[in-house]
C-alpha cells in the first residue's frame, strides 16, 4: 500500500479527492493537510491532521495529493518532490508554462512520478465517445461544453479575481486536456474569455476554437445558460455524436456514494445519427474516475505507465497561456 | 397592381421571388431569363426578355428583382435605377461595401427605392424571438447563437462549386445570419471571424464561425455542411429565459413542393421551440411555444406598402450597408485572424 498525503481539505480536497484515494486499491490515504482539523474530523473521525511540513517530513509517506488553490500548486510541488514524494496535483498544473516546465524537470531529475488529476478523460462521455469514435468517420466540427445555470457569483477563490482563479484555469483546463487527448495538437487558438455575469470579479465565461486543418473544435462555457446544450457533440463524415449532460461522478461524490460501488459511474444514454439521419441510443460507458487513482497507484508501485503524465498537462498549460493571449490581443494565435 | 420585371429565373427566381411576388398580390409581368418555354408554362401572362436592357426598353414595369448570381447585382441595378424603377435585391445584397454604398447613393439620387430581400427576418423562429424581445422575456441576454447546420457532404451546385466573385457561403448564408443578427440586435461592436473552406473538395468557403461583440453579450454566426445531428437554428440565452428552436423555418422546404403562401398551413412549423425560464437561481419549467408561422410574403406586402404609401421599405437601407460592411469586416478578420472594430 503506497501511503498517501492529501493536502487541501476545501471542496476538490473533500470531496472529489480524499474518497477516490480512499477508494483506490493500492493507495492508503494515512494524513490530510489542512488548516481546519475539525472539519476533516467531522469527515473522517480518527484522521492524521498534520501541517505540509510534517508530512514532507515523515518518511512513510510515499505520494502526496495537491488539491489546492492553483497559486500553491508549483510551490508545494517543488517542496513534495525535494522531499522525495511522489506527486500528484489537481489541474490546472499550475500557472504558467514556465512553471510547468520546471516541475517537469524538477520530477524528472528527482526520479519522482508526476501527474496531474486531469479526472474528465474518463468521464462517461470522453470513454463512450473513444469507444464509438471509429464510427463517425473524419471529425469536422467538435463542441465540448460546461453550460451552467449558476446566476450568482460565488465566494470562493476559484471566482475571485487573483492568479489562478477564474473559469479558463478551472474548466477550460479539462475541455483542453480532453481535445488534447482526442485530437492531438492543434494549429491556433481563437479565444474568447471575459466575466460574463454582472458581478463577476474573474473570467467566468469562454468561447473557444482549436484549429485543426478542416477540423474545428470548440470548447464553451458559460454559467448564464438555462437551456444547457449537449455535453459532448462530434460532427462527423459518417455521423454525428451528441451527449447531453454531464459525467455524473461528481454529483454523486457530493451526494456521499463511494467511488466504485454498484452503480458507480451510470450515465444517460447519448445517441448517434448516421449521414443517412438514422438515430440510434448509445450506452454511455460508465465514468470511472477510480481508474485514474488505480493507475498512479501501479505507476508508483510497478513503475507502470502515469495515467497524466506532466509533460500532458504542461502541453494544456501551453494552451491556456495560448488562450490568454488570444482573448486578450483579439487575435488567432498559431501553436 | 403593381408590376414586377424578375430579372433571373433560377432557384430563386422560379422557388423563391415569383410564387411570394404573386401571393402578395404584384404581377410577375416580365421575366429576364432564357429559359422561355418553363416561364410560358408557370407565368404565361408574363412577357420574356433575353436581357435586362431589352425588358427596360420595353417598359411597362414599376419594380425590378434582382435575382441573378451575385457579381451581376451591383451592374443590373444601376441600370434598373436608370430606367427610374425601383429595386429588390436578393441577399447578399451586392459583393462588397462599395457596390452596395454605390447603390444606395444611386437610388437616393433617383428617388427610388431599394431594398434588399432579406427574407429570413420573417422565418417563424425570427418573428418569435422578435416577439419575445419585445416582451423582454430574456431579462439581460448573455449569449445567442444563429446557425445554418446542414448535410451537404457533396458540394452543393448553387454557390458552392465555383470560385466566381460572390460565392461562397458567408455571402450566401452568412448575409442571412448577419442580417437575422442586426434585425433582433442592432449593430454589433466587434467582429471576430473564422471564414474557411471544410469539405475536401470545397473549392470555396462551405463554413463559418463568427462571433458579433455587443456590449454585453456575444453572438455566434455558424455555419456547417457537414453536420449529420444539426444544432439548433437560433438560441437566445439570458437572465430570465433560454429560448431554443432546432430546425430551418419551412417555407423554403414548402415552396420547393410547389405549396403556396396562402395554402392551409403555410409557414407553420412542426418543431416547436422551447423557452425556459428562470427568476435568479429558482430555474422555473421549460414548456414549448409555437415558432412562427413564418411569413415570407410580408417582405413583398411591405415593399407595395412602400411604394404606394411611402411607407418604410421591408428592409431599411442602412441596415444592408451595415450587413454588407460587416460582411466585408468578416473576411478581412477571418484572413488576419484579428477582432476587428465596427466603424462608428
Same mark, same amino acid.
Given at each position: 500500500m503506497i501511503n498517501t498525503a492529501l493536502i487541501g481539505f476545501g471542496y476538490a480536497g473533500k470531496t472529489i479527492h480524499s474518497p477516490l484515494i480512499r477508494a483506490a486499491q493500492g493507495l492508503d490515504l494515512t494524513t490530510i493537510v489542512s488548516s481546519r482539523p475539525d472539519d476533516v474530523h467531522a469527515d473522517l473521525p480518527g484522521m492524521r491532521v498534520t501541517t505540509f511540513d510534517e508530512a514532507l517530513a515523515d518518511p512513510n509517506i510515499q505520494l502526496v495529493v495537491i488539491a489546492t488553490p492553483n497559486d500553491l500548486h508549483a510551490p508545494q510541488a517543488h517542496a513534495a518532490l525535494n522531499a522525495g514524494k511522489h506527486v500528484v496535483i489537481d489541474k490546472p498544473f499550475c500557472l504558467t508554462v514556465s512553471e510547468g516546465e520546471a516541475l517537469v524537470d524538477h520530477a524528472r531529475r528527482a526520479d519522482r512520478v508526476l501527474s496531474v488529476f486531469h479526472c474528465r478523460r474518463w468521464d462517461s462521455n470522453f470513454l463512450t465517445f473513444s469507444r464509438i469514435r471509429d464510427r463517425l468517420g473524419d471529425p469536422y466540427q467538435v463542441v465540448l461544453r460546461y453550460d451552467r445555470w449558476r446566476p450568482e457569483v460565488r465566494d470562493r477563490w476559484r471566482e475571485r479575481d487573483g492568479p489562478g482563479s477564474g473559469i479558463w484555469f478551472d474548466l477550460g483546463s479539462h475541455l483542453i486536456d480532453q481535445a488534447l487527448s482526442q485530437?492531438?495538437?492543434?494549429e491556433a487558438i481563437s479565444a474568447d474569455i471575459a466575466p460574463q455575469r454582472p458581478d463577476a470579479q474573474t473570467d467566468d465565461f469562454f468561447h473557444t476554437t482549436l484549429f485543426y486543418g478542416p477540423l474545428r473544435v470548440i470548447l464553451h462555457s458559460s454559467? &448564464?445558460? &438555462?437551456?444547457v446544450g449537449p455535453a459532448f457533440e462530434v460532427q462527423g463524415s459518417n455521423g454525428a455524436f451528441v451527449k447531453y449532460g454531464m459525467d455524473p461522478q461528481e454529483d454523486m461524490l457530493k451526494a456521499g456514494r463511494t467511488p466504485g460501488d454498484d452503480g458507480w459511474g451510470g450515465d444517460r444514454d447519448g445517441h448517434l445519427t448516421d449521414i443517412s439521419g438514422n438515430t440510434e441510443s448509445i450506452a454511455s460507458v460508465p465514468g470511472n474516475y477510480l481508474a485514474y487513482y488505480e493507475a498512479i497507484a501501479r505507476a508508483i508501485a510497478d513503475g507502470a505507465h502515469n495515467p497524466v503524465p506532466a509533460g500532458d498537462a504542461l502541453k494544456v498549460m501551453q494552451v491556456i497561456e495560448a488562450g490568454f493571449r488570444s482573448a486578450r490581443e483579439g487575435r488567432r494565435v498559431a501553436l | 397592381m403593381l408590376r414586377v420585371l424578375l430579372a433571373g429565373y433560377g432557384y430563386g427566381g422560379r422557388i423563391i421571388h415569383a410564387p411570394l411576388i404573386a401571393a402578395a398580390g404584384l404581377t410577375v409581368a416580365g421575366i429576364v431569363s432564357s429559359r422561355r418555354d418553363e416561364i410560358a408554362a408557370a407565368w404565361p401572362d408574363a412577357a420574356v426578355f433575353p436581357d435586362l436592357a431589352t425588358a427596360l426598353n420595353h417598359g411597362g414595369f414599376d419594380l425590378v428583382v434582382i435575382c441573378t448570381p451575385n457579381d451581376t447585382h451591383a451592374e443590373l441595378a444601376h441600370r434598373a435605377l436608370d430606367a427610374g424603377l425601383h429595386l429588390v435585391i436578393d441577399k447578399p445584397f451586392a459583393v462588397d461595401s462599395a457596390e452596395a454604398q454605390a447603390i444606395a447613393d444611386h437610388a437616393r439620387r433617383v428617388g427610388r427605392i431599394v431594398t434588399a430581400f432579406?427574407?429570413?427576418?420573417?422565418?417563424g423562429h425570427i418573428l418569435t424571438a422578435r416577439k419575445l424581445l419585445g416582451e423582454q422575456a430574456f431579462g439581460r441576454i448573455s449569449d445567442v447563437t444563429l446557425a445554418y447546420d446542414r448535410l451537404r457532404l457533396v458540394n452543393p451546385a448553387r454557390w458552392g462549386d465555383n470560385n466566381r466573385r460572390g460565392s461562397g457561403i458567408w455571402l450566401n448564408l452568412g448575409s442571412h445570419l448577419v442580417d437575422q443578427a442586426v434585425h433582433l440586435f442592432g449593430k454589433p461592436q466587434t467582429i471576430m471571424a473564422d471564414i474557411f473552406a471544410q469539405r475536401p473538395h470545397a473549392v470555396v468557403d462551405d463554413s463559418f464561425h463568427v462571433i458579433l461583440g455587443y456590449e454585453a453579450f456575444r453572438v455566434t454566426l455558424r455555419a456547417c455542411m457537414t453536420t449529420p445531428a444539426p444544432s439548433p437554428v437560433i438560441a437566445i440565452h439570458g437572465s430570465a429565459g433560454s429560448f431554443v428552436k432546432y430546425g430551418e423555418d419551412t417555407q423554403e422546404a414548402m415552396l420547393k413542393a410547389g405549396r403556396l403562401p396562402g395554402d392551409l398551413g403555410w409557414g407553420v412549423d412542426p418543431v416547436p421551440a422551447r423557452f425556459s425560464s428562470a427568476d435568479g437561481e429558482i430555474v422555473g419549467e421549460a414548456r414549448d411555444i409555437a415558432s412562427g408561422p413564418g411569413d415570407y410574403p410580408a417582405f413583398y406586402t411591405g415593399m407595395a406598402a412602400a411604394i404606394h404609401h411611402s411607407a418604410p421599405p421591408p428592409v431599411a437601407i442602412e441596415d444592408s450597408l451595415l450587413v454588407q460592411h460587416l460582411l466585408d469586416l468578416g473576411f478581412a478578420s477571418a484572413r488576419d485572424g484579428r477582432r476587428l472594430e465596427v466603424r462608428a
Open positions: 485530437f492531438g495538437w492543434p454559467m &448564464l445558460t &438555462l437551456a | 432579406q427574407n429570413r427576418r420573417w422565418d
